[in-house]
């Protein structure tokens, strides 16, 4: 069927480069079918020339040179939209615009963690997100530690009123990154456990797998109804000193400083497409976030994301016209609560959407490929994995996809790709100081502009090449 | 001769367990001799049973955590020289006592740096000892790059005065270390040569081979005739950030803070002694600083090596007595500029000793041995390479040794010892806040305190057991 389909496109005056492939897999001989369609050569050449790519590089290099940090609701943000435009305009893009909203804007302050007692030392801590202020001159109170969240919602509220909190419990490495949910808990529900059973503040081992004294920032939210408490983070090695320090069981008297405010902003979500050659065809949306945490440059979370996702679109671009519009959509204000997303499925969550997805796991290699288009298109699913089989990423379930601007998206029934990247370093840089251009691969990082590319030719619909200007006598 | 000397011994009534190898090395076939001298049984005992020391673990788990950073002439120095008299005394050293001595002492302030233009964004950095204070409110100033100090020597001061110098150069890591001295130029050299061509400021690129965001403290001092200026350190991601700032060919204007102070204080050397059974024997002398930088805790400078020394000498005393006193120095200040072991050379340096050695370059496994004992004893250099080889310790050269606090005394002549640990990764966290206990591997530690039980074992000139205690009915 693939053949016969390019036999009679072959016949057509504009030739599309690459045809959607429609499999059709050979059965196994042991039932469940091992291998994959073949890729029409046109796939793979498209995706084979982007390990070359540039694009991704100098996108990445630029953002986070030229306008670094880019927290969202901030100026420096507003920097970025406005480098954003200019250089997606730069690189062709069509209907290159902003679409803006508002937020409230949570800025971080002077920020300082001092053991007065038994040992006199300072540490090193980072507020998170929406964490209450101190006053400037700081709060002092005597440490209750707990190994885990377990043990402080189980601790009797007579044992931390007054008190500040610190809890311990260390994530693991995992190569999908699936630690971050559970050893998460400490940063995004005990702020709101430790202020319910009456504590002055919480400081929690950064959510992280690194040994630097780099504290990881983050986000959370207070529960209703919880009064805000000054909440952060401890580097690594700073908690451990923390744990050997209450291990001596003398009285632990700390004296923190988490000055942060809260103002009216706004931020936007930074739009720019390639058309299709057929405008009521439902589109392929891709994209990454473009703010970043404040404490670090943003190069893997998520300058990496966007540079990925926008050079796989301009290569599309460079090949010629695909069928369908490819939408690049770098969301605002990811980092303080999914402002982007939510905005955007706000606005554009009833236009027709072919797939969507989102690279924000840093820049390490893809290892596995997700989709969920729904039962009917399967073969889809299949080609996909048959097209990045030779990059070394793992055909992965055809029932799943996720993503963090468009997780709600997708909840919502959107098909979706998802390509995931090896997370076992990314967070030892995660929302920390330490989250530099120098921390990305350049072969990784065309590793994953040839497996985005390769996804948009298979999903583009055929993409048909430019016509050649003519040459002038 | 070695078996006629323990055989004689073996007829005494106190058996010494430790014989001062005589070796007799057999003739190589091919002329130089490539292997080396059997060694004592109870050398290779009393270096086998170290491989489970604790003592040195304990002991920089404890200053780390129960003092932390101790900067030379701080308050937190005298803390740390307090621990250290409790600590020594504890394990049964005698006459453990502090030796005092002045000296000015360099306090850090307010640090920042922040690029105003083209691309405003903050930037990682950290003074150097003794740089100049710059105004509460800081300095500002066009930056001027160079690619290394010689392109600074070269520059026209035209093309510097009234500029922020920038140098660029970047250091490799080395198993030796080697790099550090012509690296560390434009530390060490750089603010002097900025400041005679009229600079208002200098920041370098961290003498350093990590990427992480933590600057490179270290000290300089400013040539006689120079008028001292700011001047710091940038991590290594935000040295190379702003190298790709200058790249962009526009002018680039920084914002420097260094704000720092210098007042008269005071330091010390730690002593501390296992009593030998001739105490007109010549010494062995072991040790490190027990200062550090201020802004890690000095866990691997040089916490690791005051612990592996004392805990050797631990060991030996827990063996018996030695013949010779082994004394064990913690040297202060040494970061400031040597104070505490030119003070040492000062009041002992006309002291018999049979032999200096110094513990200083972090805490990874100890590769090659070196030492400079004088064409008379160079057997006991070989009947070390031979004790230390099978911990995988290659023999070095038998004229040449070296240290920080000892160097001039060996300069001066001294016989010494150097049991060089590698320093591959040494400089990923040397004078770094990241210098913290969780990068010391605690069987790499023990390897240490092995090497140089082994090597007090062999230089002790015998170690006699102990009377034991007799039993009552």
């Known amino acids: 069927m693939i053949r016969t389909l390019i036999a009679t496109l072959l016949l057509a005056t504009a030739v599309p480069l690459v045809a959607q492939p429609l499999p059709t897999p050979t059965p196994a001989p042991s039932g469940k079918p091992s291998y994959l369609p073949t890729v029409p050569k046109a796939v793979a050449d498209i995706r084979d020339a982007a390990l070359t790519d540039n694009y991704a590089w100098d996108l990445v290099e630029g953002l986070t040179t030229e306008v670094g940090q880019r927290m969202g609701?901030?100026?420096?943000?507003?920097?970025a939209r406005a480098w954003a435009v200019a250089k997606l305009t730069a690189m062709g893009f069509a209907n290159v615009h902003v679409e803006r909203f508002a937020l409230p804007v949570w800025t971080r302050g002077a920020e300082a963690a001092e053991i007065l007692a038994p040992f006199p030392q300072k540490l090193v801590v980072a507020a998170f997100g929406n964490s209450a202020s101190t006053p400037a001159q700081g709060i002092?109170?005597?440490?209750?530690?707990?190994?885990?969240?377990?043990?402080?919602?189980?601790?009797?509220?007579?044992?931390?009123?007054?008190?500040?909190v610190f809890v311990s419990h260390a994530m693991p490495q995992t190569q999908d990154g699936s630690g971050y949910g559970f050893f998460?808990?400490?940063?995004?529900?005990?702020?709101?456990i430790a202020s319910r059973k009456g504590a002055i503040g919480i400081v929690v081992r950064s959510i992280g797998t690194d040994h630097h004294r780099n504290p990881h920032a983050g986000g959370q939210i207070f529960e209703t109804?919880?009064?805000?408490?000054?909440?952060?983070?401890?580097?690594?090695?700073?908690?451990?000193?923390?744990?050997?320090i209450l291990k001596r069981g003398q009285p632990v008297t700390m004296h923190l400083t988490l000055v942060s405010s809260i103002r009216p902003g706004d931020s936007g979500n930074v739009i720019a497409e390639v058309p299709g050659r057929d405008p009521t065809a439902p589109i392929l949306m891709v994209g990454g976030h473009l703010d970043s945490w404040d404490l670090g440059t943003g190069a893997i979370d998520d300058g990496a994301g966007v540079a990925i996702t926008a050079a796989a679109a301009k290569r599309i671009m460079d090949a010629g016209r695909p069928l369908r519009t490819i939408r690049v959509v770098w969301f605002g204000a990811e980092e303080m609560g999914i402002y982007g997303g939510m905005f955007y499925q706000d606005l554009h969550g009833r236009e027709g959407h072919y797939s969507i997805a989102e690279s924000d796991f840093g820049a390490d290699r893809i290892w596995k490929v997700d989709s969920k288009f729904g039962k009917p298109r399967e073969a889809e699913g299949k080609a996909l994995?048959?097209?990045?089989?030779?990059?070394g990423i793992v055909p992965g379930p055809l029932d799943e996809a996720d993503g963090s601007d468009i997780g709600?998206?997708?909840?919502?029934?959107?098909?979706?790709?998802?390509?995931?990247q090896d997370g076992t370093k990314y967070f030892d840089l995660h929302h920390t100081p330490d989250d530099t251009l120098d921390k990305i691969d350049p072969e990784a990082l065309r590793q994953n502009v040839a497996a985005w590319t390769a996804m948009l030719a298979v999903l583009s619909g055929g993409i048909e090449p430019q016509p050649k200007a003519r040459k002038r006598r």
Chains 1, 2 share one sequence.
């Open 225 to 244: 109804g919880v009064a805000p408490i000054p909440a952060g983070a401890l580097s690594l090695p700073d908690a451990e000193q923390l744990q050997r």
């Open 184 to 192: 998460g808990g400490p940063r995004r529900q005990g702020p709101s």
């Open 140 to 164: 002092v109170g005597e440490v209750v530690g707990f190994d885990s969240l377990s043990d402080l919602i189980a601790a009797p509220d007579a044992a931390v009123r007054g008190k500040i």
């Open 385 to 391: 994995q048959a097209a990045l089989a030779p990059l």
């Open 408 to 420: 709600p998206m997708i909840e919502g029934g959107m098909s979706a790709v998802g390509l995931s």
């Open 73 to 79: 609701g901030t100026e420096a943000e507003a920097r």
